[in-house]
């Protein structure tokens, strides 16, 4: 069963910005998928009318079988929202705010204390429970709203950027319980600019530029899609110019620091055997960046044309 | 619509809301008790004792109705008004958009909190009352439909405004410039029976009128206009409303994009 269709989805805002160009994306029960694309491309126009705070323009949206049109209530009780911005009401108690959002689903009595204490000890707020969400540092409001997502234990759950400003042990922290959520049989949606995160957690992955989906496939065969790298190359001595490399690209960064660009046809004994001849000697070589971002911007910038 | 989870819903904003009103108890209690005793020492008594006798009351007597419902009308409104719109502008109201209770318990949670708010400081404006002149209830079951429908009209009223407002400054425009003059147009300190025919008409037109008279009328049983007319209006004012609230609801207008 597919835990989120979404068939042919357009969003215009009222000053005329078409936000979604007739989006179709399906996502399996039990996944855990990447929605990527640069800022203001659309994904969290998406997940506002997923979530349905958003009204769309046209197209249709199901959730575990649910269409928003028909069944709203049923398709809302699936899914669990960890919106992009805070939204807490920064004047009420930790315990409060998940205990309230317990009761909006219909939980009460014995099973909502459960589910409230549960969430707030995975999530390691239970000691801070009768604290204002004010005085929570950013990471612990981010904790805190994916325990008041989860309290219902929804099928599917949507994290919009949820480890944006986390510093990098709670970041780890967090991989880790939505890697053991999703596990239990969670669906989870991320959108993140953390690009590693998406990479390391995720199995499928769809990319979105400019309200349109350029990419939409498993994580594994996007990567294989990688066709070139690019390397930092430290010299020993100043370049005034960038060498010609057969079968490479290069670019000179800095003085000394040179950046050559291969493709998967050409290797690296290849490139230091050309240097060499050339009388370049490298000190150092790192790779330039995280294979997926290589691609992402690649792909952005071809809008989905094989790289 | 799953009943059970709509009531366990409804259950849980009212008591958010009541968390709430006695969390800034300062804000939402004392000020409408210190402003109606003052109310009560300056008109009641001191300019009171020279007006005299009011339809066969004396003065005091005669004001402390209209200035019980003056302060559940304002409270109720103000209480929906800024929790909802404090909600919208925080994006908390969010919370209460994804969960799949129906709008019709997002509204009636607000309005009920609306009208716990208006009845606690009502009871308290009462019993402030009590301490200056003698209340002899004639009319019960009228004094108390009325002062629910009346604050249920009201918070209504104060949830619709929370929907429009995109800014504090809107959440204070209409008890500003709409319902302090229409409250004190309303008969609270006069009988319209003083006033040329033309103005006592112009005072029909006001809704405040009809439920400052008819809880009068519960409380010391002498009222300007028919009991009638004051149930009527008010019903229609409750269905009108509450109607309003649902459409802006699903249209999503004032809360999503």
Same mark, same amino acid.
């Given at each position: 069963m597919?835990?989120l269709?979404?068939?042919?989805?357009?969003?215009?805002?009222?000053?005329g910005?078409?936000a979604?160009n007739?989006?179709?994306l399906t996502?399996?029960?039990?996944?855990?998928?990447?929605?990527?694309? /640069?800022n203001?491309?659309g994904?969290?126009?998406?997940i506002?009318?997923?979530?349905?705070?958003?009204n769309?323009?046209g197209?249709?949206?199901?959730i575990f079988?649910?269409?928003?049109?028909?069944?709203?209530?049923?398709?809302?009780?699936?899914?669990g929202?960890v919106p992009q911005?805070i939204?807490l009401?920064?004047?009420e108690?930790v315990?409060?705010?998940v205990t309230?959002?317990?009761?909006?689903?219909?939980l009460s009595g014995k099973?909502?204390?459960?589910?409230v204490?549960?969430y707030?000890r995975?999530?390691?707020?239970?000691?801070r429970?009768?604290?204002?969400?004010? &005085?929570?540092?950013?990471?612990?409001?981010r904790?805190?709203m994916?325990?008041?997502?989860?309290?219902?234990?929804p099928k599917?759950?949507i994290?919009?950027?949820?480890?944006?400003?986390?510093?990098i042990?709670?970041?780890?922290s967090m991989?880790?319980?939505?890697?053991?959520?999703?596990?239990?049989?969670?669906?989870?949606?991320l959108?993140?600019?953390y690009?590693?995160?998406a990479?390391?957690?995720?199995?499928?992955i769809a990319?979105i530029?400019?309200?349109?989906?350029?990419?939409?496939?498993?994580m594994?065969?996007v990567?294989?899609?990688?066709q070139?790298?690019?390397f930092v190359l430290?010299l020993?001595?100043?370049?005034s110019?960038? /060498?010609?490399?057969?079968?490479?690209?290069?670019?000179?960064?800095?003085?000394?620091?040179l950046?050559?660009?291969?493709?998967?046809?050409?290797d690296?004994n290849?490139?230091?055997e050309?240097? &060499?001849?050339?009388?370049?000697?490298?000190?150092?070589l790192r790779n330039?960046?995280?294979?997926l971002?290589?691609?992402?911007?690649h792909?952005?910038?071809n809008?989905?044309?094989d790289? | 619509?799953?009943?059970?989870?709509?009531i366990?819903?409804?259950?849980?904003?009212?008591?958010?809301?009541?968390v709430?009103? %006695?969390?800034?108890?300062v804000?939402?209690?004392?000020?409408?008790?210190?402003?109606?005793?003052?109310?009560?020492?300056i008109?009641g008594? %001191?300019?009171g004792?020279?007006?005299?006798v009011?339809?066969?009351?004396?003065?005091?007597?005669?004001?402390?109705?209209?200035? !019980?419902?003056?302060?559940?009308?304002?409270?109720s409104?103000?209480?929906?008004?800024s929790?909802?719109?404090?909600a919208?502008?925080?994006?908390?109201?969010?919370?209460m958009l994804?969960?799949?209770?129906?709008?019709?318990?997002i509204?009636?949670?607000h309005?009920?909190?609306g009208?716990?708010?208006?009845l606690?400081?009502?009871?308290?404006?009462?019993?402030?009352?009590l301490f200056?002149?003698?209340?002899?209830?004639?009319h019960p079951?009228i004094?108390?439909s009325?002062v629910l429908?009346?604050?249920?009209?009201?918070? %209504?009223?104060g949830?619709i405004?929370?929907?429009?407002?995109r800014?504090f400054?809107? !959440?204070?425009?209409v008890?500003?410039?709409?319902?302090?003059?229409l409250?004190y147009l309303?008969?609270v300190?006069?009988?319209i029976?003083?006033?040329?025919?033309f103005?006592?008409?112009?005072?029909?037109?006001?809704? !405040?009128?009809?439920?400052?008279?008819a809880?009068?009328?519960g409380i010391?049983g002498?009222?300007? !206009?028919?009991?009638?007319?004051a149930?009527t209006?008010l019903?229609i004012f409750?269905?009108?409303?509450f109607?309003?609230?649902m459409? %802006?609801?699903q249209?999503?207008?004032?809360?999503?994009?």
């Open positions: 597919n835990a269709t979404i068939r042919n989805l357009t969003k215009t805002y009222s000053n910005k078409q979604l007739g989006i179709d996502v399996e029960a039990g996944d855990f998928y990447a929605l990527l694309g /640069p203001g491309a994904k969290t126009t998406a506002g009318i997923i979530s349905s705070l958003v769309k323009s197209g249709e949206v199901e079988g649910h269409n928003l049109d028909q069944e709203l209530e049923a398709a809302k009780a699936c899914l929202i911005e939204n009401n920064l004047w108690t315990g409060n705010i309230h959002q317990a009761g909006y689903y219909g099973l909502r204390k459960e589910r204490e549960k707030l995975a999530l390691r707020l239970w000691d429970r009768d604290d204002v969400s004010r &005085s929570l540092s950013g990471g612990m409001k904790r805190l994916i325990a008041r997502a989860l309290v219902h234990e599917l759950l994290l919009d950027e949820p480890t944006a400003g986390v510093d042990e709670i970041r780890r991989w880790d319980f939505l890697q053991e959520i999703n596990e239990a049989g969670t669906t989870i949606i959108t993140t600019h690009l590693e995160e990479e390391s957690l995720c199995r499928r990319i530029d400019e309200g349109t989906i350029i990419e939409d496939a498993s594994s065969s990567l294989r899609k990688l070139r790298e690019v430290s020993a001595e100043p370049l110019a960038a /060498p010609a490399l057969k079968g490479f690209e290069t670019r000179l960064r800095e003085d000394a620091d950046e050559v660009e291969k493709g998967q046809e050409t690296l290849d490139l230091f050309q240097l &060499s001849a050339q009388g370049i000697r490298v000190i150092s330039k960046a995280n294979r971002e290589e691609m992402f911007m792909l952005v910038e809008k989905g044309a790289v | 619509m799953n009943l059970a989870l709509n366990v819903a409804v259950r849980t904003i009212i008591r958010k809301e009541m709430r009103v %006695l969390r800034i108890w804000q939402t209690i004392v000020p409408p008790a210190i402003t109606m005793t003052l109310y009560f020492i008109f008594n %001191l300019i004792r020279r007006i005299g009011m339809d066969g009351f004396d003065y005091m007597q005669y004001i402390a109705p209209g200035l !019980i419902m003056m302060s559940v009308i304002t409270n409104y103000s209480n929906v008004v929790s909802f719109f404090g919208k502008f925080g994006r908390h109201l969010e919370e994804v969960a799949p209770m129906s709008y019709a318990t509204i009636i949670g309005v009920a909190g009208v716990l708010r208006g606690l400081v009502g009871t308290l404006v009462t019993i402030v009352a200056f002149t003698d209340l002899q209830v004639a079951f004094m108390i009325i429908l009346s604050s249920i009209v009201f918070s %209504l009223a949830f405004n929370a929907v429009f407002a800014k400054d809107d !959440i204070s425009i008890p500003t410039f709409v319902l302090t003059p409250t309303g008969g300190f006069y009988s029976s003083m006033l040329p025919e103005w006592q008409n112009v005072s029909k037109a006001n809704p !405040i009128l009809y439920m400052v008279n809880f009068r009328y010391l002498t009222s300007d !206009i028919s009991i009638g007319y149930y209006i019903l409750v269905v009108v409303l109607t309003g609230c459409f %802006l609801m249209r999503g207008i004032g809360i999503r994009e």
